[in-house]
């Protein structure tokens, strides 16, 4: 288990936990969620030991371990599938041995050595890890490829096979999805769900966290608490929590008047089908959380555009592509005012091709392509960030783009977005790809566009600042085309899709789940046309023959130490499962705790109650943790 106790933590001067007191069981899976700079990078670089606690303790188990993705971007000559066996570190260092042993003709250490590989899978490690490169959308001819081959996003999805590859007890994963198309997402969201051992992420994809997370820490105001549950479970315990604080401010606020009433007058004397049936769902449960989003610093909207011509722009027969090479052909479509479609599609097959088409950024190779003149477009994609003026200011960057604006009505649009203060007149170079992106964003607001062209317009921003741009997106009175891997986004504010696939765009006739399945299949159809990988490290004969007597004495010797470990594995997932029913116990109590009504005076007993059981199972929750904790030690030196 990860165990918290007292914790404090800070980076440099700024106070990021205090106080933290939480305990995480193994196997659980804990989504980690807060605004940016809260601390939430911090906690896993204390947890990978390259921070240190600045007052309480930190407990991980010796034995396990842990694999988290790397940030650097490698340039390596080694092959992507090498590459991402090497996350595999024992097996590596058994293959090492294997060699070493090889030229001593070492025939008894051969024979422990492939037992042991064995038993770690060795001989599927190419398989799994053509599997993961596979899902996380490499093609079967690019995993010979060298690693510095590729760029830097298709880099870190080689960072994160690695992680994935290693047989890890605890997984720390900070933003997996903001490298990933949606079709990654989707299958990187299956393999998490069947992860064996302990996992920590960090995201900000709400869909990602209601399917993978069995618990939320969130973390607030330096606290960080520990709700169980997905995230929309957490989010309405927390607009409850909110809401229920109302309540008391506003019961705390009539007695503060009473009391200065009483004061005063004594004086003187002495607060479309299933496209269309999915968003009136999300806009149900957006009303029912709206609550958790009270104290969010963004609130923005779009202003209604000058002019909504009619069709804004219209392509008849399109064909376009790099070069020789064809990305799209045969393409039609006219974009009316209100039209709202979210593009589907692998990864390469052409959707940022598309957005670029019609934000005029390429010529078409065939066809025709009528723009109203009346035509203006907001156009938001990733490189934008990289072309802001670095040596600018927020202010100044609007100052650029109107020159007759008033400054303070440009501070009062960037204060939507989350820039006030000393923020608005800070450069923009030093700004994180979120607070650059909330900038772009700003701008596209600000430009009053009847056409909206969004690639990914969601990356590196939090949970916050996506929920704003959902509720702006869905009062715009213009047409927008959207590619993104964020589901709840695509849910909240399309009305269709288009697929993006075998060099055409045609309309799909279903909804996210219909494309998970269709997504599925094209894995399935895939993998049975892919040839068969190869094992490695098979044993020699010779080895094997040199080896005959040592594996069954290694047989005999395994089998005598699980024996003698077996009673206390036992004992340990005895205490597990205590555990787990103790966290269950306290949890319903705690819920009930929760509810205002249970502090009237009528409900006094019952209170008391509650609180004694309260206490008691906390008591033995503790306990047991302790006991826990002294059998993994002993596990781990036996």
Known sequence: MLKFSDLSLRRGVQLLLQDVNITIHPKQKVGITGGNGCGKSSLFALINDQLHADSGEFFVPKSWITAHVAQESPSSERSAIDYVIDGDRELRSIEKAIDEANETEHGELLGKLYTHLEEVDGYTANSRASQLLSGLGFLQSQIKNPVKSFSGG??????????????????????????????????????????????????????????????????????????????????RVR?????????????QQQEIKHIQSFINRFKAKATKAKQAQSRVKTLEKMELISQAHVDSPFHFEFHAPEKVPNPLISLDDIKLGYGETTILEHVHINLQPGSRIGLLGHNGAGKSTFIKLLADELNIKSGRVERSSELRIGYFAQHQLEQLHPEDTPIEHFQRLDKRASEQSLRNHLGGFGFSGDKVESKIAPFSGGEKARLVFATLVYQKPNLLLLDEPTNHLDLDMRHAISLALQDFEGAMVIVSHDRHLLRSVTDEFYLVADQKVDVFKGDLDDYRNWVTEQKRIE????????????????????????????????????????????????????????????????????????????????????????????????ETEEQWMVLSEELEEA
Not at 239 to 251: G, K, M
Not at 595 to 606: C, F, L, M, R, V
Request: aromatic share 6%; hydrophobic share 35%; glycine share 2%.
């Open 154 to 235: 298709w880099r870190m999805r080689l960072n994160l096979a690695q992680a994935l590859m290693c047989r890890s007890d605890l997984l720390l994963l900070d933003e997996p999805t903001n490298h990933l198309d949606l079709d990654a997402v989707l299958w990187l969201e299956e393999w998490l769900k069947k992860y064996p051992g302990t996992l920590l992420l960090i995201s900000h994809d709400r869909d990602f966290l209601d399917s993978v997370m069995t618990h939320i820490a969130h973390i607030e105001h330096q606290k960080m608490t520990l709700y169980t549950g997905n995230y929309s479970q957490f989010e």
């Open 239 to 251: 607009a409850e929590q909110l809401s229920q604080q109302q309540v008391l401010f506003e019961r």
């Open 527 to 622: 993998t049975q046309a892919a040839p068969e990988t190869e094992q490695v490290n098979k044993p020699s004969l010779k080895n094997i023959q040199n080896s005959s007597i040592s594996k069954k004495d290694q047989k005999r010797l395994d089998a005598e130490k699980r024996k003698r470990l077996q009673p206390l594995k036992n004992k340990l997932s005895k205490l597990e499962k205590e555990m787990d029913n103790f966290s269950q116990e306290k949890e319903k109590l705690e819920e009930l705790l929760a509810d205002s009504e249970i502090y009237e005076e009528a409900n006094k007993e019952q209170l008391k109650e509650l609180l004694q059981k309260q206490a008691k199972i906390t008591q033995s929750l503790d």
